[in-house]
């Protein structure tokens, strides 16, 4: 008779198959800015033939870790949800170790800012977080729904930034988290809040969004926003 332990091994078991499939492994990172692609471009990302990509997206929306939205005669594909862009994230920290000796080799436009499915990620993003932490405007949570909580004065900024808090917590997910970066190697903003930071700076055109990747490039607008707004100095 099985146990809750022994289905939950089995569950981790498939799912990590799933993803150790290299051309799987690529058509999943490429979906990481959170935009729907349709199965000839993931095809084309991963290198293989129409069949061989049907048969991974297959794979992949059966374990739940893909969306399939069908649209007139394509089908188009998206990460199920913002925990298994997190996930992958994670996962990506684990692949490179951390060790003193670590240089990434990821391109600098990307470890400087780019999307994580719904949030901001990179130095930009690690730098927001520090800010916000070291404002007092981010504390530990009281409760296990989430694990950072606005202050009284960090409630007020993020509403004077035109940020709708109440909306934010109105979300089924979780408030505020903080992600380990995976080309910083320090945590970032995740959960709702994070998603609504990049809505706004995106918005605001604080950033620019890069048509056909993750990449995110800083506005002279969002420069001088982080310095009013974050005090933070980005050199030019």
Known sequence: METTLDVA???????????????RARMLCALM?????????????????PPTASAH?????????????PQGRHRYY??????????????????????????PNTPQRLRFARTCYDHMAGELAVAL????????????????QSDYRLSE?????????GVDVRAVRASRRRFARPCMDWSSRRPHLAGAL???????????????QDLDGRALRLTSRGRRALENRFKIEIPD
């Open 78 to 103: 998206a990460l199920e949800d913002p925990r298994v862009a997190e996930s992958l994230e994670g996962l990506m920290v684990i692949g490179r170790g951390d060790t003193p000796s670590f240089v």
């Open 194 to 208: 994070g998603a609504a930071l990049l809505d706004h700076a995106i918005g605001q055109e604080w950033v620019s």
């Open 33 to 49: 800015d959170g935009r729907a692609r349709t199965s000839t471009e993931l095809a084309a990302i991963a290198g293989v033939g």
């Open 9 to 23: 091994d089995i569950a981790l078991s498939r799912v990590a198959t799933a993803i150790a499939e290299p051309a």
């Open 129 to 144: 977080h520090d800010a916000c932490v070291g404002a007092g405007w981010l504390m530990p949570a009281v409760d296990a």
């Open 57 to 69: 997206l297959a794979r992949l929306t059966e374990m739940a870790l893909l969306r399939r939205y």
């Open 153 to 161: 004065e960090g409630e007020r900024a993020f509403l004077d930034m």
